[in-house]
């Protein structure tokens, strides 16, 4: 049953509702079209009036002022051929020029003077090694760039920028970035996390904001991920690609416990395929791609024993029953995933464009316990889709609204059997190893988790946009968010010794120990401001957001009686949660320091409201009933969750340089710097009777420094090479928001303190360098490289023994991937045959888990004590794998 919110809550809700449904009268929105804007100047620095510059692709275009600038405004995200015409002087075609969504495409033309017609002068267009106009760190990586390197998702390329190490932007906690498609938020509003999987060839651009961003971005604190999917085309096109391959490692000493070199050719298989093209209607186009792709993890176990069957052998003295020896993947993934998307512009200024994006995951996660039983092991399986409506309409040349609504699926479930009833949780039993037998492996039993997490969002955004002049434009949206969430345990099975046998107990719901699958309405709404200002190279960018999230649920009015069951105390009740806002101004300036050469400072205050998983998780207070003085009863109820939370704060600030040395090598240097306050933390309650308990508040804090230090060089022949470097800091009070009640659990002081965040990696840098020649070969390889994590070390392996929090430092790692193609065309059709190498040199470590005792991943002070984890290779990186496939693609098209 839904609690209700308060007047207050209510009335706050609806004014917002109120404001951002102005907003969507004229607009909704943006992401996924930018500018071209420039001067049109004759042979001697004389501007042009009246020049006429058009973009053919799109069938839009503007005249020249009387300075010669001119804007065209709303031009989807891509490459485009711009046409400049004026009498009296020779027509010019600027070709390739790269436009990225919410950004300006600067081209200035030198018009050449002819008193009769002249053939049409072609210009190839270069982006520049910098934008001088950014007053942010932001990448803008196109599908051209995507298709060199040797990547397959989204989430490989968003882990090659400057300050992201690992999904941690500069930093920042996970789940503090907002992931977009084409401008639209697709986090699920459970963990703040993406709910999608994209594959490279969807991609038309990859934008990755690590530093400050607009007032138009919200509901994050370290980043933002932006992906433009590729649009329908006016001719017809299509491509296909597939690839197989496997692990090959001939093993290194040190990695003892890894299994036998067996390469498996096809243990990972690819396909996809895209068509686009017109349609039957006038100036509608449509895009569908699908794809199926599985791999199995390179660690394998053998089924010695099974969850059926007749024969049964010994373990130690327990009977347990006898597998089919068959050896078989411990992890593997399935997926099946597809886009398709329909856009028209048959009413005249409008396009409208319905999209869906679908993933269907059915996985198993590597777990070693249980691989002599494997098939015991739980089930993944993930179902997400996001479809929605588009409408982008131009009122003028320097105007234009658009609106969005979306629905955002996401359906997830951890379980070994479909069914809670199923006899084969009664016959299995749970889990159940013996010491004496491979370090006490399963070898019988079943899990009997059963975790479901469903969220179901409408999701409506607009913006609208005017270029009130050459120098200003001025932007204004809101967003509606409308999430339904639902998680827990989808029945509990236990196991109760009744007599002298176990019984399995079922129970769907019993609260509040066992509330099942507990379902919440909260509610997620934000209006924005901006202007941008362009004037003689300087640009500002300032805005202003208003953020608003309701829970629209209830907490006890007395934390010291919180189930309202201790006599004589004062009385408590259910207490309505209320609306909490956050105001967050940003500022970005970009100025000119030489020709070639710019310098620009950011800053801004960014709101975030904790993942619903976190503040809801544990959160009827009926659970403390009857609680008294006891630590080992007070840690068995765990952390409470808190509806009524603040928004987590971070003010970010940076500043940089950059500077294009050559035509081809340009350099970026950018200090940054964030203070994170009101993170999600425990505090202790301590209530009437003496007992205390924690749950969830806005304590925690945080700092990061650092700075990152960028060279791009562009195609210099066949060559082409980008280099970044990062050095951060990352302190705070507690790297996980449960770690102070952990700390506490265990008996230590569980005061707040500053230490380096789990993943606080000092120096990272990442390199991609290329070699190619169009048409014909390309060879590129990524090279990452960082310094290790921090990690507790201890001096003994018994309890207690750890030393400071985080002061030990792990090993340094490199890794090498490579990605090499040959394009071979047969009959006017590119046929590209292509391999990918990823961990080229079998490097068996990346920043993973090391003993406590040595701060090595390889070898323990107690070898016997640690046998188990000596044994297990899921501790490694994974090895190489060697991947051989083929592209096939219409005459012309990127891939």
């Known amino acids: 049953m839904r609690p209700r919110a308060s007047l207050g809550s209510r009335l706050a809700a609806l004014a917002l509702a109120g404001a951002a449904a102005v907003v969507f009268a004229r607009g909704a929105a943006a992401g996924t079209t930018g500018k071209i804007a420039g001067r049109v100047v004759d042979s001697k620095g004389q501007p042009l009036i009246g020049a006429s510059v058009a973009v053919p692709a799109i ?200 299994p036998a070199f067996d390469l498996r050719p096809t243990g990972i298989q690819n396909y996809q395929a895209s068509i686009s093209g017109p349609t039957p209607f006038e100036n509608t186009t449509y895009l569908a791609n699908i794809r199926h792709g599985s791999s199995d993890n390179f660690v394998y176990g053998t089924r010695l024993f099974g969850l059926t069957g007749p024969s049964l052998g010994l373990v130690g003295s327990s ?289 975030q409201f904790p993942s619903i998983g976190d503040i809801f998780s544990n959160a009827n207070y009926d659970v403390l009933k009857g609680l008294q003085a006891d630590p080992e009863a007070e840690a068995a109820i765990g952390v409470l969750g808190n509806p009524d939370i603040k928004p987590e704060r971070t003010i970010q600030y940076e500043a940089g340089y950059k500077q294009a040395v050559t035509p081809d090598l340009g350099i970026d240097l950018t200090v940054f710097y964030k203070d994170i306050r009101d993170l999600l933390g425990v505090e202790f309650i301590e209530m009437y009777n003496g007992a205390q308990y924690a749950r969830f508040t806005n304590i925690d804090f945080g700092g990061v420094l650092g700075f990152t230090l960028a060279f791009d060089l562009r195609s210099a022949g066949p060559f082409a090479l980008t280099l970044d470097y990062t050095w951060q800091t990352a302190r705070g009070n507690s790297s996980d928001p449960k770690e102070t009640a952990t700390r506490a659990a265990a008996g230590e002081d569980a005061r707040p303190r500053q230490i380096p965040f789990n993943w606080d990696q000092r120096n990272t840098v990442n390199l991609t360098a290329s070699v190619s020649k169009p048409l014909n070969y390309t060879v590129a390889a990524i090279v990452r490289a960082g310094s290790g994590q921090p990690y507790t070390p201890s001096l003994t392996g018994g309890f207690g023994s750890g030393l400071e929090a985080n002061s030990g430092r792990k090993p340094p790692y490199i890794n090498v991937d490579l990605r090499a193609e040959k394009s071979l065309p047969l009959g006017g059709m590119p046929i590209n045959l292509f391999a990918r190498v990823f961990n080229l040199f079998d490097a068996r470590y990346a920043n993973g888990s090391v003993f406590a005792t040595t701060g090595s991943p390889y070898y323990s002070r107690f070898p016997e004590a640690d046998a188990a984890q000596l044994e297990d290779p899921t501790r490694y990186y994974a090895p190489r794998r060697i991947e051989l496939g083929i592209n096939l693609a219409a005459k012309g098209e990127s891939r």
């Open 59 to 258: 069938r839009s275009g503007a005249a020249t002022d009387a300075e010669g600038r001119y804007t065209i405004v709303n031009v989807p995200a891509g490459t485009y051929d711009v046409r400049i015409n004026m009498i009296g002087y020779a027509p010019t075609t600027t070709t390739g020029v790269v436009v990225s969504a919410d950004h300006t495409a600067r081209l200035d033309v030198t018009l050449s003077e002819s008193a009769v017609q002249l053939t049409e002068v072609v210009v190839k267009s270069t982006r520049p090694v910098v934008d001088v106009s950014k007053t942010t760190s932001i990448a803008n990586v196109t599908a051209a760039e995507i298709a060199k390197l040797p990547v397959q998702e989204l989430q490989d390329v968003v882990n090659l920028q400057a300050g992201v190490v690992d999904g941690h932007f500069r930093g920042g906690r996970i789940g503090e970035v907002q992931y977009q498609v084409d401008g639209v938020s697709v986090n699920n509003a459970y963990d703040n996390k993406n709910s999608l999987r994209l594959d490279r060839s969807l991609l038309e651009e990859v934008q990755v904001i690590s530093g400050t961003f607009d007032a138009e971005y919200g509901q994050a604190q370290s980043g933002v991920v932006n992906a433009v999917l590729k649009r329908g085309t006016d001719h017809f096109t299509w491509n296909a690609e597939t690839f197989f391959g496997g692990y090959v490692y001939p093993g290194h000493e040190e990695a003892r416990a890894l």
């Open 319 to 607: 009977p347990v029953r006898l597998g089919d020896g068959a050896t078989v993947p411990l992890g593997t993934s399935s997926e099946w995933s597809g886009v398709a998307k329909l856009s028209t512009r048959a009413l005249a200024n409008t396009e409208f464009s319905y999209q869906a994006i679908v993933n269907v995951i059915d996985a198993q996660a590597t777990k070693w316990a249980y691989r002599f039983i494997p098939d015991a092991a739980t089930k993944q399986h993930t179902y997400s889709i996001v479809h929605g409506l588009d409408i982008n309409h131009t009122l003028d040349k320097n105007s234009f609204f658009t609106f969005a609504v979306r629905q955002n699926y996401f359906d997830y479930s951890d379980k070994a059997l479909d069914s809670f009833y199923d006899p084969l949780y009664d016959s299995a039993g749970s889990p159940a190893g013996d010491p004496n037998f491979e370090n006490g492996a399963f070898v019988g039993g079943i899990d009997l988790t059963r975790f479901t997490q469903n969220t179901n969002t409408l999701l409506f955004k607009g913006s609208y946009l005017n270029q009130a002049s050459t120098v200003s434009q001025l932007k204004a949206g809101g967003e509606l968010q409308l999430p339904r969430v639902s998680f827990g345990t989808n029945g509990y099975l236990t196991f109760r010794q009744v007599g002298n046998e176990y019984v399995l107990l079922r129970t769907v719901t019993d609260p509040p120990e066992r509330p099942g699958e507990t379902l919440y309405f909260p509610l997620i709404a934000s209006t924005f401001a901006q202007d941008q200002i362009e004037h003689d190279d300087m640009t500002i960018r300032a805005g202003l957001r208003f953020d608003l999230f309701d829970a629209r649920s209830s907490v006890p009015s007395d934390l010291a009686n919180p189930a309202n069951d201790i006599t004589g105390a004062p009385a408590s009740h259910a207490e309505p949660t209320t609306a909490k806002i956050a105001l967050s101004p940003r500022l970005g300036v970009s100025w000119p320091t030489g020709p070639k050469a710019a310098a620009h400072f950011a800053y801004g205050h960014f709101a």
